[in-house]
T-cell receptor, first 116, second 113 residues
Framework: DSGVTQTPKHLITATGQRVTLRCSPR?????VYWYQQSLDQGLQFLIQ???????AKGNILERFSAQQFPDLHSELNLSSLELGDSALYFC???????????????FGPGTRLTVL | LAKTTQPISMDSYEGQEVNITCSHN???????ITWYQQFPSQGPRFIIQ???TKVTNEVASLFIPADRKSSTLSLPRVSLSDTAVYYC??????????????FGSGTQLTVLP
């Protein structure tokens, strides 16, 4: 158990819909990362937040957005969903920024999104 | 961004030592080398990280030559449960870095009985 929690575990929805994925980082971790893993694309970095602020952006589509709240949990919002958005979405957290000597990331169990 | 190249797949037998090499020719001075392990439908798990020479922990060793253009993850005496995808990442640990965290394709290690 990494200490990172994600909900829901599974999500099935239709094209054009909007969904929200939730992540709670490890206790005390201020950095949260979102990744997308699909069969044909591998593990793709989407976005990073630190203490509520966006820190780095990867290959995140404009239809996707994220935020980190004062209690440090994060949400990834996916809108106008397409079939190609079906994937595993992982959240990770790290102690980076609070004196950690390593930027080791701890991954959650993921949310499997299926768009029909 | 430092790009990494790894073998797509490797097979081994139980009890053998496995060495997976990662090439990162344009590694930057501040970059560290990190390896993660991922089982199907699970999030990646940190294995080991190093900057130069050799690093060892309870599960693996990481060998980094002086030019740092490659690195080798060594798994001693693998078991069936080591069957997984192994990713090599290269990046700095700067808090303010906006560098992308690129996992690449990884190496599928299959341990056979």
């Amino acid at each position: 158990d990494s200490g990172v929690t994600q909900t829901p575990k599974h999500l099935i929805t239709a094209t054009g819909q909007r969904v929200t994925l939730r992540c709670s980082p490890r206790s005390g971790d201020l950095s949260v990362y979102w990744y997308q893993q699909s069969l044909d694309q591998g593990l793709q970095f989407l976005i990073q937040y630190y203490n509520g602020e966006e820190r780095a952006k990867g290959n995140i589509l404009e239809r996707f957005s994220a935020q980190q709240f004062p209690d440090l949990h994060s949400e990834l919002n996916l809108s106008s969903l397409e079939l190609g958005d079906s994937a595993l979405y992982f959240c990770a957290s790290s102690a980076l920024g609070r004196g950690a000597s390593s930027n080791e990331q701890f991954f959650g169990p993921g949310t499997r999104l299926t768009v029909l | 961004l430092a790009k990494t190249t790894q073998p797509i797949s490797m097979d081994s037998y139980e009890g053998q030592e496995v060495n997976i090499t990662c090439s990162h020719n344009n590694i930057a001075t501040n970059d560290y080398i990190t390896w993660y392990q991922q089982f199907p439908s699970q999030g990646p798990r940190f294995i080991i990280q190093g900057y130069k020479t050799k690093v060892t922990n309870e599960v693996a060793s990481l060998f980094i030559p002086a030019d740092r253009k490659s690195s080798t993850l060594s798994l001693p005496r693998v078991s069936l449960s080591d069957t997984a995808v192994y990713y090599c990442l290269v990046g700095d640990q700067s808090f303010d870095s906006a560098r992308q965290l690129t996992f690449g394709s990884g190496t599928q290690l299959t341990v056979l009985p």
